[in-house]
């Protein structure tokens, strides 16, 4: 399989060269040169599969470069029991992505935050730590993975990083900002190539440190300095698996269609979803939800696609979702367009100058329904209410981003054909988000047994003043 870029450049590059990497050279994000098709034979087939074996033929569509023996071993050891541990009680954690039905048939979660750090960031991130290590390895090389995050993405990046060959992690967070939980799952790691960096600032300031860091191409050059953002194909590829599975886990035959409902933040989760409708999964609606940040809800409502300034961007209970530009959206975008990169980089230069684009009266938004998507947004207020309806009506607590998801699903479920079913995909537990849940249920949500009592746990982490040079200093000393 061949990659190309959504901006037209000429290279062709395969999986692995793309893997460490980011944008392609021309600023584009890379997507497979054309959508393998499963057939039908297929799907009947795949039904019977682990999530593991099922994760491995999807895979080696996208992977031709690892040979198949080494991605099945790879897969094999993502995709087990003992990492995806946390499925609810009753739920059968060796499907790894079991489905929990609400209304048997109808209604359902496609439990996504069953491992380690309880988001669904974990699904791919596990399968990325694998990779790299597997293809540092072969090369001789190492990366130090530079990254800053407010919560989830950080602390899923340092659990499929710990311990790994060739792989250093320098992850920034903003001192005294995220939760109790969350600083003691990060900062009670004790492996030596996991570094936390504790920021006497905002997420912005830790952010803006490591696009200077990446930005000085010398020692980003030298220090073998990486990501592993969410525009990282292999984060996407390996979402799109649990599409897959969670189809099989909501129907009894292929004739059967069901809708994703996706609580959304980089569109990076339901790209993927996207995907695998395109490969002929039968997906009769992917309900994209967002919260007040709605960025994406408004494109698909009215064909604007308008970025918004940092200071539009509110800070929510849902805040892993709170976004200003979907940095994953312009993958869907060249699809729409019909896949023609000149198309894109126009519309592109649009939103790299920081302003928007708008697509209303033209043929390609014409085309939207062709793509099965419709979209909602929902409040803080939606949340509360949609944790206690959902808390009454069905004994489950659903944390916050989920609720979102809800919330938008209900909306759109009687818009639905009779019969199919609607799976919310669950971002999160909502033990991440316990301030929330106490506001809504006025009590404490569910703690899965193995992580009582971490905010006990001795901390590792280095505090720092907003500095660039001090940042680097602590790279260069530690590699
Ligand atoms: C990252 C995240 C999202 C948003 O996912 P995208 O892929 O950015 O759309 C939603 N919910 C939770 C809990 C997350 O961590």
């Known amino acids: 399989m061949k990659y190309v870029s959504t901006r ?39 039904r019977k599969l682990s999530y593991a074996e099922l994760a491995f033929e999807i895979l080696s569509k996208f992977i031709t470069d690892i040979p198949p023996a080494d991605l099945k071993a790879i897969c094999d050891k993502t995709y087990t029991a003992q990492v995806y541990r946390h499925a609810r009680p009753g739920d059968d954690a060796a ?21 380690p750090t309880l988001a669904f960031k974990d699904m791919a991130m596990q399968l990325l730590g694998n990779l790299f290590e597997y293809v540092l390895d072969k090369r001789g090389e190492t990366i130090n993975i530079l990254g800053a995050t407010s919560g989830d993405t950080g602390s899923a990046a340092e659990y499929a990083m710990r311990g790994k060959h060739g792989v250093r992690v320098f992850m920034l967070s903003p001192h005294g900002l995220m ?52 525009i ?34 980089n569109f990076g ?14 997906v009769a609606k992917l309900i994209l939800a967002t919260n007040e ?35 994953n959206f312009e993958r869907f975008a060249f699809d729409l367009v019909g896949r023609d990169p000149k198309k894109v980089a126009a519309l592109w230069a649009e939103v790299d100058a920081g302003r928007a684009f708008d697509l209303s ?9 062709e793509f099965a998507f419709v979209s909602g947004a929902s409040s803080h207020a939606d949340r509360l209410a949609t944790i206690r309806q959902v808390y009454e009506q069905y004994g489950v607590t659903l944390d916050t981003h989920t609720a979102d998801g809800m919330k938008v699903a209900w909306d759109h479920a009687a818009g639905l054909p009779a019969g199919v079913p609607l799976l919310v995909l669950e971002t999160a537990l909502p033990v991440k988000f316990a301030e929330t849940i106490r506001e809504a249920l006025g009590h404490e949500p569910e703690r899965p047994a193995d992580l009582e009592g971490i905010e006990k746990l001795p901390q590792r982490v280095e505090v720092m003043a907003p500095d660039v040079e001090a940042v680097k200093r602590f790279i260069v000393e530690r590699v």
């Not at 098709?37 to 795949?46: C, F, K, M």
């Not at 803006?208 to 010398?218: G, H, L, M, Q, R």
Request: with cysteine; glycine share 10%.
């Open 269 to 282: 989760n339901i790209c993927a979803g996207h995907i695998a409708r395109m490969m002929g999964l039968p």
């Open 179 to 230: 939760s109790p939980f969350q600083r003691a799952q990060m900062y009670s790691l004790q492996d030596d190539n996991i570094h936390n960096i504790a920021v006497t600032g905002m997420f912005d300031d830790a952010q803006d440190i490591v696009k200077a860091v990446s930005n000085d191409a010398a020692f980003k050059a030298k220090y073998k300095i990486g990501a592993v953002n969410s």
């Open 95 to 115: 499907q790894i992505t079991p489905v929990h039905w609400l209304e048997k048939g109808r209604l359902g979660l496609l439990e996504l935050s069953n491992g």
């Open 293 to 327: 940040n709605d960025v994406l809800d408004e494109f698909f409502r009215t064909g604007v696609y308008r970025p918004r300034k940092a200071a539009e961007t509110r800070v929510t209970s849902s805040p892993s979702m709170d976004i200003s530009k979907a940095s």
């Open 232 to 265: 990282n194909w292999a984060r996407v590829a390996a979402q799109v698996v649990y599409y897959f599975k969670g189809y099989f886990g909501a129907t009894e035959s292929s004739d059967q269609q069901v809708a994703f409902c996706v609580p959304s933040g």
């Open 361 to 369: 009266g033209t043929p390609e938004f014409a085309r939207l329904g």
């Open 8 to 46: 037209g450049h000429a290279g062709r590059p395969e999986f692995c060269d793309i893997l460490l990497g980011g944008l392609a050279p021309d600023g584009g994000l890379y997507l497979p040169e054309t959508y393998p098709r499963v057939s039908r034979a297929e799907l009947d087939a795949w």
